[in-house]
């Protein structure tokens, strides 16, 4: 008889005895492996998860217990049995609910979050507000899976540990990051569990916390008298759990980097075998470099597969490749110390996960004018969740002084701004990176400062920043088929600083100037544009996506909705023109 069947909630766990929860915790494996094969999704974190989350929801009393997962790509379990078991069972409702944790699908949720290192923090303001209330009820951290090495985890553990009253650190311990785990700490982690936690070296002991260590964190009947034995407790408390990443996926347990997450099923990795992309084009670049100059390198922060660096070019690189763990704000400090000193970085980083180095971007890289490169990946509108949309980085980067951003259109002049930004030493130097190779046989300008007019019109002018500029040359095709108007295109290339001589060049034979950026307009390229041309006769309209949280939405839905296709960009032009009669 099946056990899942009958749970539709916490309260119906507990109705199980100690001895069904092993049978129903190889039901949920197998129905996550299932779902997940199906649809895509974070494959090893969850399936090392299972018996912890079940533990936890046999113990404690949620919602008035408080769980707190940590980056949440480790809370499948948890939403299965808190009212979303549809959501892993029905195929009708596979995608109705997020990867992540979110207060909006349910009670059992309080965050919602999908960056790593945080659940310390946002627990011990949970507890903190507690207290304040004179209420009761435990409020549990869920880390791991890499989250140690982030330094907010560092912050939230320290400040947790002064609480004096409860708060629960549950450690999940699963020997991995995305990639390896790298640092130091991890080697008292080692320690700590070769000794079954008895070393006398104990990092969560030297902040102040009681500790508990489970040898089996995959074995419910390990798991269930600790978490009893901490059930209200009024000290700080941290609980390590040794998992297995993958359990019960052959293919996962033996390659925990690539089992982390999984591609849904249709989707043919070896039909983009061989394919030209810009994570190979930048690989076998920066390894030229590498052989001829021992000073280049190469950064990641435990997003190395996500780039493009293969455990191959890991190889080959050797000690000129550096995976900083989960740690970003240490990734751009890093990177400038060894521009600093005479060293050619390059730090390959996703658009949402540098929003986390916000401040180092500013005060340790483009104060101090460093030049390490930092190349920018995964950026634009796309249908991910809202907490990995990488639509920020324009307007975030592009008003910092000191930086130079650019934006490629085309694979020749990634390659030269690449091959320039490594080079040079004057300046800290962003590349936002294209999602599709796209060649040109048009000359690369090499100076980057300059905007390339790549045909030449009057009356309009469409400046389409680096992935949108075939929009603009699409665009522009069109308006000269409905109007007879031939457009001028330029490709802008930068969107740090304006080029004011095109600029002040198109006043003289053109009313009307489109502007195309793959991110939020708000504080972005396009908005530059027209504050410039703000006190002239010129109209700008620029296109781009709103500012907003955009969750799971098809790209061609977004577009639709932002005027970002030929026809509605058109449309509006036509509209200005005659609002120019």
Same mark, same amino acid.
């Given at each position: ?248 996926? !052959?293919? =996962?347990? @033996?390659?925990?980097? /690539?089992?982390?997450? *999984?591609? %849904?099923?249709?989707?043919?990795? +070896?039909? &983009? ?57 240490? !990734?751009? =400090?890093? @990177?400038?110390?060894? /521009?600093?000193?005479? *060293?050619? %970085?390059?730090?390959?980083?996703? +658009?949402? &996960? ?228």
């Amino acid at each position: 008889m099946s056990c899942l069947n009958s749970i539709n909630s916490p309260e119906d766990l507990k109705k199980l005895s100690p001895e069904q929860l092993p049978a129903l915790a190889g039901e949920i494996r197998q129905t996550l492996i299932d779902r997940i094969t199906i649809t895509g999704g974070h494959m090893g974190s969850n399936l090392g998860m299972v018996e912890a989350t079940i533990a936890l929801h046999y113990v404690f009393d949620s919602p008035k217990d408080k769980f707190v997962f940590d980056v949440s790509h480790q809370c499948y379990t948890h939403k299965l049995l808190t009212g979303r078991k549809d959501g892993f069972v029905d195929p009708a409702h596979f995608y109705d609910y997020s990867g992540y944790t979110n207060p909006q699908e349910s009670e059992h949720d309080h965050f919602l979050v999908g960056h790593t290192a945080t659940s310390v923090s946002l627990a011990t303001g949970l507890a903190k507000a507690r207290d304040l209330k004179g209420e009761t009820g435990n409020v549990i951290a869920i880390i791991g899976d890499g989250s140690m090495s982030g330094g907010e985890a560092f912050e939230g553990l320290n400040n947790a540990a002064m609480l004096n009253s409860n708060i629960i650190i549950l450690f999940n311990d699963n020997e991995m990051s995305i990639s390896p785990n790298q640092g130091g700490m991890y080697q008292n982690f080692a320690r700590l569990r070769r000794s079954k936690g008895m070393a006398e070296c104990n990092f969560f002991k030297s902040f102040g916390f009681d500790y508990f260590y489970v040898e089996d964190g995959n074995d419910v009947e390990q798991l269930l008298p600790v978490l009893r034995q901490i059930k209200d407790t009024p000290r700080p408390t941290v609980v390590h759990i040794h998992t297995q990443k993958g359990k019960g996926l !052959a293919w =996962a347990e @033996a390659d925990r980097e /690539a089992g982390h997450y *999984a591609m %849904p099923s249709g989707f043919d990795v +070896s039909a &983009f075998a061989g394919m030209e992309s810009y994570d190979s084009i930048t690989t076998e670049l920066l390894l030229r470099k590498m052989e001829k100059d021992p000073t280049v390198i190469t950064i990641t922060p435990a997003t190395a597969t996500i780039t493009g660096l293969t455990a191959e070019f890991r190889q080959k690189a050797g000690n000129q490749f550096v995976d900083v763990g989960i740690a970003e704000e240490h !990734a751009v =400090a890093f @990177a400038s110390g060894l /521009a600093k000193n005479g *060293a050619k %970085p390059v730090l390959m980083i996703t +658009s949402s &996960f540098l929003q986390r180095a916000y401040d180092q971007v500013i005060q340790d890289l483009a104060l101090n004018g460093n030049p390490a490169t930092i190349l920018v990946y995964v950026n634009g509108l796309s249908p991910a969740d809202a907490t990995h949309c990488g639509v920020f980085d324009i307007p975030m980067l592009g008003n910092i002084p000191g930086l130079v951003c650019l934006a490629p259109a085309f694979k020749e002049e990634y390659i030269s701004m690449l091959d320039w930004a490594v080079e040079q030493t004057e300046t800290p130097v962003i590349i936002r990176v294209p999602s599709a190779v796209i060649s040109s046989s048009t000359p690369v300008l090499t100076d980057f400062t300059k905007y390339q007019t790549v045909q030449q019109g009057g009356g309009i002018a469409i400046l389409g920043l680096g992935s949108f500029f075939p929009l603009a040359q699409e665009t522009g095709k069109l308006l000269e088929e409905k109007t007879r108007i031939q457009p001028t295109i330029i490709n802008p290339r930068i969107f740090s600083a304006l080029d004011k001589e095109t600029l002040e060049q198109l006043k003289a034979s053109h009313s009307i100037v489109i502007t195309l950026e793959d991110g939020v307009r708000s504080g972005g390229f396009g908005e530059k544009i027209a504050a410039f041309y703000g006190a002239s006769n010129m109209k700008v309209l620029s296109f781009g996506g709103d500012k907003e949280f955009s969750d799971r939405v098809p790209l061609e839905t977004q577009y639709q909705k932002y005027h970002l296709t030929p026809l509605q960009i058109v449309s509006a032009i036509e509209c200005c023109m005659k609002g120019s009669e």
